[in-house]
């Protein structure tokens, strides 16, 4: 039979309860109690469900592996039960020896054994705050990862778009010269030659162009009068696509055309190998 419990003896008890820490006949008379008060069931209630989403909380997967929260609540529990019980022999023996337990007794049992109900109940909450905050921490720092990450790729992305402005209005200026080029060993090719007279660039795009044999490479020749100059050496990119800038002096009215040649790898002093690509400026 579940015995009778006062409000204030049961108010003293509801975080031991919440806990699940009392001995079987107090939780029952707790629970009694809780059920039909308007403050104390409302209180249990809100010790229970605080102490449920605290333990919903996820430890960082950073954070070294801890044990299960219903394990952990569960040590505390047997811990904190083992010393409340050695706490309260020397009253409840007492207490055998008189003919019935007496109003101070029981007071004077429940006032040794609540600080550690208490105990308990904060024990547990902050070690589950504390592994809160350390999930909270994760996704914060996480989330300013990502952030950097974003920014940096918009950084990126605002440079390329800039660099590719400027490359434009290079390439569509009054003082570029535009040298269109034929294939003549790669029928797929196609390629162009901007030149800006201005600051001295050159710019070669080119499209469709096979790999080059092992063992060889790709070489730009700016053709005049008296030499052909080399304009640097190329891979085509798995696209098959090619991009090269240089920069090089030349008079204005000195380039009489552009021609790609197939060189031995890190290119020749000359052309000596097969011309792919060639195009005329069309001056003589």
């Known amino acids: 039979m579940t015995r009778d419990m006062s409000h204030d003896e049961a108010s003293e008890s509801l975080a031991a309860a919440a806990l699940d820490a009392l001995s079987a006949d107090e939780q029952a008379a707790v629970l009694a109690h809780a059920a039909g008060c ?10 229970r469900q605080a102490l449920a989403a605290l333990g919903n909380s996820t430890p960082p997967p950073s954070a070294p592996a801890s044990p299960d929260v219903e394990q952990r609540l569960k040590r505390i529990r047997m811990r904190l039960l083992a010393r409340a019980q050695a706490d309260r022999a020397p009253i409840e023996t007492a207490l055998m020896m008189n003919a019935a337990p007496s109003a101070t007794a029981s007071r004077a049992r429940r006032s040794n054994v609540a600080p550690w109900f208490a105990l308990a109940a904060a024990v547990v909450i902050a070690a589950l705050i504390l592994n809160q905050q350390r999930s909270t921490s994760a996704a914060l720092t996480q989330a300013k990862e ?27 200026g009054p003082t570029t010269s535009v040298v269109n080029l034929s294939t003549a060993g790669a029928a797929e090719a196609t390629a162009m030659m901007f030149w800006d007279k201005t600051n001295n660039s050159w710019a070669f795009y080119a499209h469709h162009m096979p790999p080059a044999p092992p063992g060889q490479t790709y070489q730009i020749w700016l053709i005049t009068p008296n030499a052909k100059i080399s304009a640097g050496t190329f891979t085509p990119a798995p696209d098959s696509s090619v991009e090269v800038h240089a920069t090089y002096a030349l008079p204005h009215d000195a380039l009489r055309g552009v021609a790609v040649s197939q060189e031995p790898a890190g290119g020749a002093p000359q052309p000596t190998g097969h011309i792919l690509i060639i195009g005329s400026t069309g001056q003589k």
């Open 38 to 47: 308007p403050r104390c069931g409302p209180e249990l209630d809100a010790l």
């Open 146 to 172: 990502k952030a950097a990450a974003a920014t940096a790729a918009l950084d990126t992305a605002q440079a390329k778009i800039a660099q590719d402005q400027r490359e434009i209005k290079d390439l569509t």
